[in-house]
Structure formats: structure tokens, C-alpha cells
């Protein structure tokens, strides 16, 4: 089954600094999105970039999205020690939007040195 | 706060029991979602609840039912658990977007 696959696994960053974290996935996608956690609550939904968009941004977020190398980076800018948190990538099949078909990476760990 | 509640927020209880978890979605989202996230398989899709009725099924382990009564919550049980059903329980609903609760942390023993 197709599987988004974060890299690096965890990442340790100077507050400032910008974050770069990747996922690859394996078959064909409707969207992709992007979901933090902080330790030990819940998923927060992120952004959600379609299959036919490239690139989307949200405040300090940037993510962009290749279908042809089926992979996509979450870039997090001017970090803040409040970023620190794990993300995930969710990749869904499914045109519906619902969360059937999203499968989910075992996250990107960062964390924001103050 | 993503208005999705679920409860317990913590139980440990012990292998060969069973326990519900109880899951109330967001005010008018009438889907209902449950993962299990564990340090070893991750974030794992369970079922899928519209309304009622079933709609999807992930790796859900037939020792694992759900359900979702008509004033929309929803319960996940779990019997005769094992070591390994240690997890994260997770429940979404969704409208526009996919909203997490904050889970329930089940730990057996």
C-alpha cells in the first residue's frame, strides 16, 4: 500500500532558522497533507496540497509538491521553539477528501534549540 | 481545541479485558474516523464511520468493532487485549477538514 516516508527523521534546528523536512510516497495521489503533534496530543491539520498544484503557502509554511519524483518538503521558516513537534505527511487516494484513504509517514521529529 | 472529544483521555488495564473508547466528532460532521498510532507501526487507518453506517475498514483486527449511534458519537472496543494493542487511539471528524481529537492512551499490562 502506498506509504508517505518522512526524511530526516528527526531534525534539530537554532530558533531562526528555517526547517526543511521531505516526504516521498508511492503510487498515485488526489492530495497530500501535512499534520504536526506535539508530544503526546493530538494530529493538527497543516495544509493540503492538491495533486495538480506545485507549491502552497500558509503563514510560515511553504510546501511544495512533485508528482513526477512523487515527493513533497514542508519548509518551515524563522522557526520558533513553539514548532517543535513531530509532522507528518498524509497522502490520500481518494477524491473524496475524507480521511479513508489517507496513510500516513512516520513523521519528521523537530525540535527548535532556543 | 478541534471540538472532536474523546474519552478516557488514560486507561490501563490488563491483557485478556476489553475497553471502550468514546469518541464525539465535531458539531455537524457527521463522518467519524479511527486510527491507532504506536511507535512501532505508526498511524494506522481502522474504520470509517457516515452517519451510521460503515464505510470503510483499515487494519482493523476482528478482536477491534466500532460503531456510531445516531446522536453521531461513536465507540471503539477493543476485547481481549494484548501487549501489543498498547497504543494511541485516535478519532477524527471531518467536514471540510480533518480534525484529530487529542486520543486516548491505552497502556495493558
Known amino acids: 500500500s502506498q506509504q508517505g516516508e518522512e526524511d530526516p527523521q528527526a531534525l534539530s534546528i537554532q530558533e531562526g532558522e528555517n526547517a526543511t523536512m521531505n516526504c516521498s510516497y508511492k503510487t498515485s495521489i488526489n492530495n497530500l497533507q501535512w499534520y504536526r503533534q506535539n508530544s503526546g496530543r493530538g494530529l493538527v491539520h497543516l495544509i493540503l496540497?492538491?495533486?495538480?498544484?506545485r507549491e502552497k503557502h500558509s503563514g510560515r509554511l511553504r510546501v511544495t509538491l512533485d508528482t513526477s519524483k512523487k515527493s513533497s518538503s514542508l519548509l518551515i521558516t524563522a522557526s520558533r521553539a513553539a514548532d517543535t513537534a513531530s509532522y507528518f505527511c498524509a497522502t490520500d487516494a481518494y477524491s473524496g477528501g475524507g480521511a479513508d484513504g489517507l496513510t500516513f509517514g512516520k513523521g519528521t521529529h523537530l525540535i527548535i534549540q532556543p | 481545541d478541534s471540538g472532536v472529544t474523546q474519552t478516557p483521555k488514560h486507561l490501563i488495564t490488563a491483557t485478556g479485558q476489553r475497553v471502550t473508547l468514546r469518541c464525539s466528532p465535531r458539531?455537524?460532521?457527521?463522518?467519524v474516523y479511527w486510527y491507532q498510532q504506536s511507535l512501532d507501526q505508526g498511524l494506522q487507518f481502522l474504520i470509517h464511520?457516515?452517519?451510521?453506517?460503515?464505510?470503510a475498514k483499515g487494519n482493523i483486527l476482528e478482536r477491534f468493532s466500532a460503531q456510531q449511534f445516531p446522536d453521531l458519537h461513536s465507540e471503539l472496543n477493543l476485547s481481549s487485549l494484548e501487549l501489543g494493542d498498547s497504543a494511541l487511539y485516535f478519532c477524527?471528524?471531518?467536514?471540510?477538514?480533518?480534525?484529530f481529537g487529542e486520543g486516548s492512551w491505552l497502556t495493558v499490562v
Open positions: 477524527a471528524s471531518s467536514g471540510n477538514t480533518i480534525y
Open positions: 458539531s455537524g460532521d457527521l463522518s
Open positions: 496540497i492538491r495533486s495538480n498544484e
Open positions: 464511520y457516515y452517519n451510521g453506517e460503515e464505510r
